[in-house]
């Protein structure tokens, strides 16, 4: 049965690829020509992504790539965990109070991103820190999810400057 339904995948394939075009590269009325937009690749890891977040929300400064090894969250890698994960500051973000006393990597002193396999994951994530904001406004902060994306800001920024890196996310991932 196996070989059966790979036999006429095969011939699907073959079919629906046709015989090779004698109009040559230009192609002619019948089938035109489509050229391929040399558009970037849109980024896939967190350095990338916050990289790309600090083209567009100049106060962001890339602070921290972390490792499996140096992840505080133990997720890095880890099954349900984020695939890549990155820490940074905002210029705007006061180093006084609560600030003053954090690690220096700390979400409330700019922000992060974390990358996951798929949005669902994402969200999880985000539901998930958002249920500690919830119940201890200290641990409160904004959160971003687009694709498998989420971008964690600092309660200290205004809603004003919070929506730049929601924006921003949005242009870069869509």
């Known amino acids: 049965m196996h070989r059966i339904a790979v036999g006429i995948l095969a011939a699907t394939l073959l079919t629906a690829c046709g015989s090779p075009s ?3 590269p230009t192609g002619s009325a019948d089938t035109p020509v489509v050229q391929a937009e040399n558009k970037p690749a849109a980024p896939k890891t967190a350095e990338e992504l916050t990289t790309a977040l600090a ?3 100049p106060s962001l400064k890339l602070t921290k790539v972390f490792t499996a090894e140096d992840d505080p ?3 890095l890698g880890r099954p349900n965990g984020y695939t890549s994960k990155t820490a940074f500051t905002d210029t705007r973000v006061a180093v006084e109070g609560e600030v003053a006393i954090t690690k220096e990597n700390d979400t409330l002193r700019g922000g992060g ?3 996951f396999a798929d949005e669902a ?3 999880a994530r985000m539901d998930y820190i ?3 904001g919830k119940q201890m406004s200290v641990l409160a902060e904004y959160d971003y ?3 498998g994306v989420l971008v964690r800001v600092s309660k200290q920024l205004t809603p004003t400057q919070a929506k730049e890196y929601e924006a921003a996310l949005a242009g870069i991932v869509g």
Do not use: C, I, R
Request: charged share 20%; net charge positive.
């Open 113 to 115: 991103v974390e990358v």
């Open 55 to 57: 083209q567009k929300v």
């Open 121 to 123: 994951a994402a969200k």
């Open 73 to 75: 969250n133990k997720l």
């Open 22 to 24: 004698t109009s040559g």
């Open 130 to 132: 958002q249920s500690f």
């Open 145 to 147: 999810v687009a694709g």
